[in-house]
């Protein structure tokens, strides 16, 4: 049925329209400032208006010109709508929307629908009028000014409907003087006098009276009848306003004259029966083109059984189809509101969401930030006590005090790590780095809890795994300490297998398969669908005897994730686990992997007499430090604060440094800033509880040439204050 009704519609229409777009002679006229119909509808000659648009459509159909019978429904329109005769309007929007279906005119279809959304806004559809509005622009052709400026014009028409007389002039004034169109000083004229409403409802009396001088000079010099009329009745109201009552008589008096001569009752009604009788004539002459059109296709298609059917059954089908728009549009338009609602009500779900996820990192960076002070106190006070010689009866206490402190410090990091991933802090680096190196200092590193639990780590690489690889060696060893580490802490008197195997290499790339096993208690299936979740640790039994956070699988899944890679695991009950996954690391050319040496070991001798500048506003953490750098016979000079560290580096001569971020007075980061303006060379080493806002970028940038984390272990403190000497040594050398 659906199919049949197209059929008919446009057997109906196109013969109408015109088939083919056979010149442009129509088109021309139209366009032109010639034309009478422009001349009659703006002195207010309604009869020889439509006369002139009969007549421009007997020279379109005679030229089969589908854009003129096209612009002719426009100009049919915008009569319509000048003379607040809203009913017609709609008949000749949707007679121009018919033909736009069959014909591909955007610069006819963006006019029409600009049109439409100045009788929408009339009607108080402002969420359809402006949705049209924004449709007319787009269908604007690229280079049209005239039809770009008229659809500007009609869309300030649509904000003055829209009682937006703000957004209404932004449009006038932008056109004024107006440049494009046959109509110039008409739609110059037309803006005026709204701008002059807009201004006088706003009480702007002296902008009124500007544009009503402008106004009146082109209405008559041009005999623009209605808007003298309109202008005229608007100086009326103006001098009334500004009590100058003799004027404001006069024009009054001028609107009337006007009115009773162009536009009274007796001559609206002589017009509109003569502009039917016209319109009447119209028709018939449609019906009569319809008639040989519909030989035509008679004659070309085997359709005479259903010509008799498609006359009497018109007017039907055409009800039919209406009621269909009518009924579609008004589910569409319902839907538009709902779905405009729904979108409200989830940006501000969204914007609350980001809030909170933004209060939880502030929270945790402040909150990490104070732990980490007094944990730098806890650990490297403990440090240093075990180092004294302690006697055996403490030495226990302090080894738990130093795993306690330690412990906390983990988890600290695991909730910091997990904060950055959600909050796309995170990200690899890539730089060529020893493979087995790698996965040899995890195995090592891990031997102690091994001994503990009376397991056996074995490391099992693929020979065919090249030496040097790229990608992140720091995050690659978090993924299998934090996995590694689970499986001992899980299994008893057994063993844990890394293994790496390659699956596939080129030139450029190679892919390593992954596997790390245990002999430990299993995982239960149910459990295996949530064992990469957050604090997940199987059950309140399994953590407390076998402690830790649950944070770990997570971060692994986390950092799998900046590889482009996913975890599986196999287990079963009393059997164990193994935890798989792939993982695809370019290659590095040879020359750099020539250019890459194996870290120098530091010799002791190094340290003694090392002078160091220690910047630190925390007492206790400068007693901490000082007595670390004291064990390897270096000297230290204490800077309070950021303006001491500034003096004292200008005055004194230090092998490197140790400069804390966080102080009173002016930052760590402007400190180093000031003293690199008369330093280049001293290495400067951050001393920082960093949190998840700072970037070591940032410290980068001011001048520092590396960060150490605070609390630190020892070895790392140590190991990174001479390389940064030593590599100082080498540049000025």
């Known amino acids: 049925m659906k199919q049949i009704l197209l059929h008919i519609t446009a057997f109906l229409i196109l013969p109408l329209m015109g088939l083919v777009h056979a010149g442009n002679i129509a088109s021309d006229t139209i366009n032109s400032s010639d034309f009478s119909f422009y001349k009659y509808k703006n002195k207010g000659e309604f009869n020889k208006a439509i006369k002139a648009l009969s007549d421009a459509y007997e020279t379109a159909t005679s030229a089969d010109d589908s854009e003129s019978l096209i612009n002719i429904c426009n100009l049919y329109t915008e009569l319509y709508l000048d003379y607040e005769q809203f009913d017609k309007v709609k008949v000749y929007i949707e007679t121009a929307k018919r033909a736009l279906n069959f014909y591909e005119y955007k610069k ?51 904000y003055l409907h829209l009682d937006n007389l703000n957004r209404a002039k932004r449009n006038f004034q932008k056109l004024l003087p107006y440049q494009t169109g046959p109509e110039k000083e008409y739609l110059t004229a037309k803006i005026l006098i709204h701008l002059a409403r807009i201004d006088l409802h706003k009480n702007y009396l002296e902008n009124t009276e500007l544009h009503l001088t402008r106004l009146l000079t082109i209405v008559n010099e041009r005999g623009f009848m209605k808007l003298k009329y309109e202008a005229s009745k608007l100086a009326s109201e103006l001098f009334e306003k500004e009590r100058k009552y003799e004027l404001a008589l006069e024009y009054l008096k001028q609107a009337e004259a006007i009115n009773s001569t162009y536009f009274s009752n007796k001559i609206l009604t002589s017009q509109t029966q003569e502009a039917k009788n016209s319109q009447l004539e119209f028709l018939t002459r449609l019906n009569d083109q319809l008639k040989k059109d519909a030989v035509k296709q008679e004659q070309t298609v085997n359709i005479s059984k259903l010509t008799s059917v498609l006359s009497s059954a018109l007017l039907i089908i055409i009800s039919l189809l209406t009621i269909s728009l009518y009924r579609n549009n008004q589910i569409k338009f319902k839907t538009n509101d709902l779905l405009l609602k729904k979108n409200l009500e989830l940006q501000v779900a969204k914007d609350s969401a980001e809030r909170a996820m933004q209060a939880k990192a502030q929270f945790l960076s402040t909150v990490s930030h104070e732990l980490r002070t007094p944990l730098y106190a806890v650990t490297g006070l403990t440090h240093l006590l075990l180092e004294e010689d302690p006697k055996e009866s403490q030495k226990e206490h302090l080894k738990s005090l130093k795993y306690s402190g330690e412990y906390l410090l983990n988890f600290i990091n695991d909730i910091l790590q997990i904060n950055k991933i959600e909050a796309n802090k995170l990200s690899l680096d890539k730089y060529p780095f020893d493979f087995r190196q790698v996965l040899s200092k995890v195995v090592d590193s891990l031997q102690q809890p091994a001994k503990e639990r009376n397991n056996k780590i074995v490391l099992d690489i693929d020979e065919k795994i090249p030496e040097m690889i790229i990608g992140d060696p720091l995050k690659l060893s978090q993924i299998f300490i934090n996995l590694v580490g689970n499986a001992l802490k899980f299994t ?29 208690i299993g995982i239960s299936e149910e459990m295996q669908k949530n064992i990469f979740d957050s604090f997940s640790q199987g059950s309140e039994q399994i953590n407390r005897k076998y ?45 750099i992997k020539e250019l890459i040496k194996a870290p120098t070991k530091v010799q002791e001798e190094l340290y003694a007499n090392l002078n160091i500048l220690v910047v630190e506003d925390n007492k206790i ?88 984390t605070k609390p630190f272990k020892p070895e790392v403190f140590y190991k990174k204050i001479a390389h940064n000497v030593v590599k100082n040594i080498k540049v000025n050398l």
């Open 108 to 158: 006819g279809e963006a006019i029409s629908k600009s049109y439409e959304a100045i009788y929408l806004a009339q009607e108080g559809q402002e969420i359809q009028a402006l949705q049209l509005i924004e449709e007319a622009k787009k269908n604007i052709p690229r280079r049209d000014a005239a039809t770009n400026d008229l659809v500007i014009l009609n869309e300030g028409i649509m």
């Open 621 to 708: 953490n400068q007693v901490i430090t000082q007595k670390m750098l004291a064990k390897k016979s270096m000297k230290c000079d204490i800077a309070s604060d950021g303006y001491q560290a500034i003096e004292k580096a200008k005055k004194g001569s230090y092998d490197a440094i140790l400069m804390d971020i966080h102080m009173p007075g002016i930052s760590g980061l402007k400190a180093t800033q000031e003293i690199r303006k008369f330093n280049k060379t001293i290495p400067i080493i951050a001393l920082t509880a960093i949190s998840l806002d700072e970037s070591k970028d940032d410290f980068y940038e001011a001048g520092c040439n590396d960060v150490i």
């Open 492 to 520: 008893e008197n057994g063993s844990v297998t890394l293994s790496a195997k390659i699956l596939n290499t080129s030139n450029s790339e190679t892919t390593i398969h992954f596997e790390v096993q245990d002999e430990g």
């Open 547 to 591: 402690g830790g956070t649950g944070l770990g699988l997570t971060i692994v899944k986390s950092l799998l994730t900046l590889y482009n890679s996913q975890i599986t695991v196999n287990s079963e009950i009393g059997k164990g686990s193994t935890f798989l996954f792939d993982i695809t690391f370019e290659l590095p050319d040879n020359e």
